[in-house]
C-alpha cells in the first residue's frame, strides 16, 4: 500500500547520522541524498521495497512531528526490537512508553519497542510472536 514515508529534520547531518545507525540494525544501507530543485536535502533509505524519507521542510518552516503518529518498523526477532531501541537510544534518540519487551493483546503477542528520533518522531520497533 505505502510507497515511501517522509518525515522532516531540522539538522539532516544529526538525522543521517541517527538513521544510518538505527536502521542499520534492520539491513539498510546508506541512504540515497538527493537535493530537491528547492536545495533542500532529502535522504532516502530504501530497503526490502520500502522507503524512507528524511528531508529538510521544502517551506522553509521548522520541523514538526505528527501528534498521534507512529513510523513502525519490522524485526525478525525479539532480540533486533531491543537492538534498536538500543541503537536508537546511543544514537541521540529517546525511549518512551514502557521499557522494549513482551506484550500481550487481542490481536497477537508481540515484542515492542517505541522511541523518539533526535526530531521527535515516534518510532517503534515490532516482532510479531508466530501464534
Known amino acids: 500500500m505505502f510507497n515511501h514515508i517522509m518525515v522532516g529534520s531540522n539538522d539532516i547531518e ?3 547520522q541517527f538513521y544510518d545507525a538505527v536502521l542499520g540494525v534492520l539491513g539498510a544501507g546508506q541512504p540515497l541524498r538527493n537535493v530537491a530543485a528547492s536545495g533542500h536535502v532529502r535522504l ?6 520500502s522507503t524512507l524519507a528524511i ?3 521544502i517551506n522553509d518552516e521548522p520541523a514538526s512531528f505528527a501528534n498521534g503518529g507512529t513510523i513502525a518498523f519490522k524485526c525478525d526477532s525479539p532480540e533486533r526490537v531491543q537492538q534498536f ?3 536508537a537510544v546511543a544514537h ?3 525511549s518512551i512508553e514502557e521499557p522494549p519487551g513482551l506484550r500481550e493483546h487481542g490481536l497477537g503477542n508481540f515484542h ?3 522511541v523518539r528520533d533526535p526530531d521527535g518522531n515516534k518510532l517503534c520497533a515490532i516482532y510479531r510472536v508466530p501464534a
Not at 532516502?44 to 521495497?49: A, E, L, P, T, V
Request: hydrophobic share 20%; no cysteine.
Open 92 to 94: 541521540g534518540g529517546t
Open 55 to 57: 528531508s529538510q521542510p
Open 14 to 16: 544529526r538525522s543521517k
Open 44 to 49: 532516502f533509505y530504501r530497503h526490502n521495497g
Open 112 to 114: 515492542l519497542a517505541y
Open 85 to 87: 531501541h538500543d541503537v
